[in-house]
Structure formats: C-alpha cells, structure tokens
C-alpha cells in the first residue's frame, strides 16, 4: 500500500492551497484518513480526518476548522485537502494517513511541504 502526497508549495499569507493523496488500493480499503501537518520543531499534529463507516464523518483540529476541508474523490481514489486563509503559522510538512479497514494498519505518505509567507 503506498500514498502519494502533491500540491505543497509556497504560498502568501490568506491564500490557497490544495493537497492531494493519491492511495495504491481502492480508496474503500481505508475506514479513516486523514492529514497530519509537522513544523519547524514541532511535533506532529493532526489537522484533519475523514471517517467512512455506515456515513462519512469529518473532524478537524479548531487551529483550521472553517478555513480547511477534507474530502475524498472514490473515483480516482484520492485524499484532498483544501487549505484557505492560510496564515503563517500553516507552514509546516504535510502528511497524509489511511488506515485499513480489514486490519487497522496505518499507512502514510511522504509529506509534502508547505510554506506560508506573510
């Protein structure tokens, strides 16, 4: 199983970025997924997660919610990560997850950078 994180780069202070996570295996394999964000000298947080079971539920760290969304393209079995208003304190290495539904292992993808300048 392998993810395929994209779309870092840099950005001004209030714009936008989108982040994608492109997974190996049908994208119906993972129950959870989610981004999880690292800064200078920090440790890793989570920022977001999408939940599939009977309906899909979405959760987000309150540092981004109302500014990121998180969603999942079934068909081109692809993680997105929207990313609006960005503010300097978003710079960080971006990583995606997924866990297997069948036995709960958790996989991630390599990061992606993202850097906001003010």
């Known amino acids: 199983v392998q993810l395929q994180a994209s779309g870092g780069g840099l950005v001004q202070s209030g714009g936008s970025v989108r982040l994608s996570c492109e997974t190996s295996?049908?994208?119906?394999?993972?129950?959870?997924m989610g981004w999880y964000r690292q800064g200078a000298g920090k440790q890793r947080e989570l920022v977001a997660t999408i939940i599939r079971t009977a309906s899909t539920t979405t959760n987000y760290a309150d540092s981004v919610q109302g500014r990121f969304t998180i969603s999942r393209d079934v068909a081109k079995n692809i993680m997105s990560l929207q990313m609006n208003s960005l503010k300097p304190e978003d710079t960080a290495v971006y990583y995606c997850s997924a866990r297997t539904r069948v036995d709960g292992v958790v996989y991630w993808g390599q990061g992606t950078l993202v850097t906001v300048s003010s």
């Open positions: 295996i049908s994208i119906f394999s993972f129950d959870v």
